[in-house]
């Protein structure tokens, strides 16, 4: 639909047309949510539209792990949240204003390529184009082991909050996050053995959030979940090896998946549709578009892939974690950016165990490095929490070579007796990498 938006206003005199089976005021799940960073990706796109997105995204900077007792906020990295429906209603209306035909209700079970120009299966991960066309895009999947489910709530938290559970013998996670003023997305997620031990094959759509309120009891405080008929499933990682076939092309969930904890799913389709609108533009030839598109956005898609498999990899083997100390914990989980890569235990062990005693005067943490360094990402939360060295501080570490990462580990922590010491606002300290 973002493409059709693009496209239409561009070239005014072409018959743009979006088919949908679902009713233009229905959608799956609840919120979505971009990283600040997400959002310039997509400044290249409509102007009007981003505008009005803009205005409408809730905002908040942190980033809440919750285990056990334990609520450790990470700050720095920005967010921002909508509800999909709003997404989507936003997107009809300015593509109903530019002239865009949208047909709701009406299921594609079949294309005919010669009878368009072009045509952008944007249907999402059991598209039917792909299908289609399957022996051409030679598509894969598999599905994760994990269980999700995707409620919401009136619960409005805060900050973006990782909530980790163990619950009758079995261990949860919940994504939660608000995405209006008044509601909250919030998944809840658990592998497939707790699933099974706590009997949810069985239960119904009541019984189902009725449970899972209790087990994020002490976290939803009163509030209720809700269902949007939403059902117990496992996520499907796809992709495919060809990206067109003659004048067909994938873009978004049609194109690949990646997984939901890094929330990148929707940026990624709509710079899909960017990108696709600019390789059309620059020539007139659609099979030299879609070469230039698949050119243009491979790569960036790739990292983006590799980074979602981590991150699923990490969700996928949370369980066997819980017993850890929360903040040991916490920096396991990779809380600041989903596109970094992070230590598994037995490295981020050896990393720590080469920090060598810090020499007296070097000196220290960071608020300077912030926007400006190599990591954009404001660390006045390094500070925060037990003592121990901050995840925050890892992520910076995790840039630099192995030399700064241990000079930099070994002189946070005197840094902050220091400053606690002389009665100082730890939040002032310097990082120094020399
Ligand atoms: C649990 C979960 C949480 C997520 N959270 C986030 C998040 O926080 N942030 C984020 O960026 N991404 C998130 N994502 C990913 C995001 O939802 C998807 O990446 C995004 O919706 C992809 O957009 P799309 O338009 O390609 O596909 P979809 O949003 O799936 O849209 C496909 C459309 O095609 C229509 N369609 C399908 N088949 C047909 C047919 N045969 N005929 C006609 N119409 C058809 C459907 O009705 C639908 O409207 C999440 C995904 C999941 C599963």
């Given at each position: 639909m973002y493409f059709a938006l693009l496209h239409k206003t561009a070239r005014p005199a072409d018959h743009v047309l979006v088919v949908d089976?679902?009713?233009?005021d229905a959608t799956y799940g609840w919120g979505v949510v971009f990283s600040d960073k997400a959002l310039t990706f997509l400044e290249g796109g409509d102007a009007r539209f981003m505008a009005v997105l803009l205005d409408r995204l809730e905002r908040w900077d942190d980033l809440t792990i919750v285990h056990g007792d334990d609520a450790i906020s990470l700050d720095g990295h920005g967010f921002t949240a909508i509800a999909r429906l709003e997404l989507l209603q936003l997107l009809h209306r300015h593509c109903a204003a530019v002239g865009v035909e949208m047909r709701f209700e009406t299921r594609l079970e079949r294309v005919a390529l010669d009878e368009y120009d072009l045509v952008v299966g944007?249907?999402?991960?059991?598209s039917r184009v792909r299908d289609q066309f399957a022996p051409y895009f030679e598509p894969t999947s598999r599905l994760l082991s994990n269980k999700y489910i995707w409620y919401g709530t009136h619960?409005?938290?805060d900050t973006l909050s990782l909530i980790f559970r163990e619950f009758d013998g079995g261990f949860y996670v919940a994504h939660a996050y608000r995405f209006s003023p008044r509601a909250s997305t919030f998944l809840v997620e658990c592998d497939v053995g707790t699933w099974n031990r706590a009997g949810f094959g069985t239960m119904n759509d009541e019984e189902s959030c009725a449970y899972c309120a209790r087990i994020f009891a002490r976290d939803l405080q009163g509030y209720q979940l809700m269902s949007n008929k939403s059902a117990w499933t496992s996520f499907i990682v796809s992709s495919n090896a060809?990206?067109?076939h003659r004048n067909a092309v994938l873009v978004g969930d049609a194109l690949r998946s990646v997984h939901f904890s890094i929330g990148s799913g929707t940026r990624l389709a709509l710079e899909d549709a960017i990108a696709l609108h600019r390789a059309i533009q620059s020539t007139n030839s659609v099979s030299r578009a879609l070469d230039a598109f698949e050119a243009a956005r491979r790569p960036i898609v790739e990292k983006i892939i590799e980074a979602a498999g981590r991150s699923a990899e990490w969700y996928e083997r949370f369980h066997e974690r819980m017993t850890m100390a929360p903040h040991e914990f916490a920096m396991l989980?990779?809380?600041?950016?989903?596109?970094e890569p992070w230590p598994d235990r037995a490295d981020l062990a050896a990393l720590l165990g080469a920090v060598q005693p810090p020499e007296r005067g070097q000196g220290i943490l960071c608020n300077s490095l912030s926007r400006a360094g190599p990591c954009d990402r404001a660390p006045k939360t390094l500070l925060r929490g037990d003592g121990g060295v901050h995840p925050a501080v890892l992520h910076h570490a995790m840039r630099r070579t192995e030399a700064e990462i241990v000079h930099m580990i070994g002189n946070i922590e005197p840094a902050m007796d220091d400053a606690r010491r002389n009665d100082?606002?730890?939040?002032d300290l310097q990082l120094d990498f020399a």
């Open positions: 089976q679902n009713r233009a944007s249907d999402g991960v059991h619960r409005v938290f060809r990206w067109s989980r990779d809380p600041l950016g989903p596109h100082q606002d730890v939040t």
